[in-house]
């Protein structure tokens, strides 16, 4: 599920452990996602070799809003702000579209330098009973403790509480990668 050998063991191993759909971008020119994982692929269809080595936009479509794909990018430039929600409506490879609530979380080294963008992703189209939203609040919170408990064990710094973001879907933790 990954191009780049280079990432850390422990971000690695949360990443593909999740039931979350997460992907991992590079900062190499368009951001290439480097890493994907099983519930990634199983959202949109797309296989490993699909979506490694290219850009996440592929998901994206002529009826994809403008203002929807300019926020994440205004986000991706904007060195002040580390973390983002975005809906997009995307497709999976089949053609089927869907609403993503995409959650972008900047990781940065430990000399502030900007290293991956890490992505959740959820399926929003249906989500509109409260129970739905609670329910994907519980699983970021719980994935989220566990990549926070990892991480301690591995070397990674992360910031922001484990409560937060189990109170509210739209906060995703901040990652930092310390060099190595």
């Known amino acids: ?28 020119p368009d951001m290439p996602l480097c890493l994907v994982n099983e519930a990634f692929l ?15 936009r592929f998901l994206q479509g002529p009826d994809t809003p403008p203002d929807q794909v300019r926020a994440m990018s205004d986000f991706l430039r904007n060195d002040g702000q580390d973390d ?11 053609g089927r579209t869907f609403i993503n609530l995409v ?3 900047k990781l940065r080294g430990s000399d502030g330098v900007l290293r991956y963008v890490l992505a959740s992703q959820f399926d929003v189209t249906a989500a509109t009973a409260a129970g739905t939203r609670n329910r994907d609040d519980a699983a970021l919170g719980r994935h989220m403790t566990d990549l926070r408990r990892a991480a301690g064990e591995f070397g990674l710094i992360m910031a922001d509480s484990t409560d937060l973001i189990a109170r509210s879907i739209s906060t995703l933790a901040r990652i930092t990668v310390r060099d190595e």
Do not use: K, W
């Open 84 to 94: 983002a929600r975005f809906p997009v409506l995307n497709h999976t490879r089949d």
């Open 42 to 56: 199983t959202l949109t269809g797309y296989g490993t070799d699909d979506a490694c080595g290219r850009n996440c």
């Open 1 to 28: 599920m990954t191009m780049h050998h280079d990432l850390p063991d422990a971000l690695r191993d949360q990443i593909t452990r999740s039931r979350i759909a997460l992907s991992l971008a590079t900062t190499l």
């Open 103 to 105: 959650f972008m979380s």
